[in-house]
């Protein structure tokens, strides 16, 4: 009987993983896309989450992956801090961000959630300009998947990245973008 009950305990540990997204890196090609703008000030704002914890209330930090474990950010931020914080580095590389600028943009995580049966994070965030203007976008981005689970969801958190520079890309390619940073 102790050995059935190790046996188990054993099965329910080694089964709980945590996958921790990377750090955020900037891209070159959102740095590109930025660059039209540069010697512009903006400034980012909050950006809060319509996509809560259900046992804090609090915003969304993690997503359970199969029955394996958590993906959450390499800090523990939300992820709509972890977005956040993307687009005050890419607007950093293209020399367009000033925190005390007149212009600010702030953000709202509508939702946020990957399938790793599929292949795919799916993202809606929408900007606000203190100007008064917004716009949303929706990311869905594809990457490989594994029938294995840790595998899966090693590769989900892998993919949390590339998904944000293309959600941010998609943003600043956008012309309502420009509307946002008109005063």
């Known amino acids: 009987m102790r050995t059935l009950v190790a046996v188990i305990a054993l099965g329910v540990l080694a089964g709980c ?3 921790s997204t990377n750090r955020y890196a900037s891209s070159t090609h959102n740095a590109m896309l930025l660059a039209p ?4 000030q903006v400034q980012v704002g909050e950006f809060t989450s319509s996509v809560k914890n259900k046992k804090t209330g609090g915003d969304q930090t993690e997503i359970m992956c199969r029955a394996v474990g958590p993906v959450r950010t390499p800090d523990g931020e939300s992820f709509a ?6 687009m005050v580095d890419e607007m950093k590389v293209a ?3 000033a925190p005390s600028a007149p212009t600010v943009i702030s953000g709202n995580l509508d939702a946020i959630d990957f399938s790793s049966g599929i292949g795919h ?3 809606s965030l929408t900007l606000t300009s203190n100007n ?8 869905k981005y594809p990457y490989k998947i594994s029938y294995w689970g840790q595998t899966a969801c090693f590769l989900t958190a892998q993919a949390f990245v590339p998904a944000v520079q293309d959600l941010v890309g998609k943003a600043v390619l956008s012309a309502e973008f420009n509307g946002l940073l008109a005063q």
């Open 132 to 139: 008064g203007k917004s716009m949303t976008m929706n990311e």
């Open 17 to 19: 993983s945590t996958y």
């Open 95 to 97: 020399e367009v961000y």
């Open 81 to 86: 801090d972890y977005i956040r914080n993307a």
């Open 121 to 123: 994070w799916t993202m």
């Open 37 to 40: 703008l540069k010697g512009g």
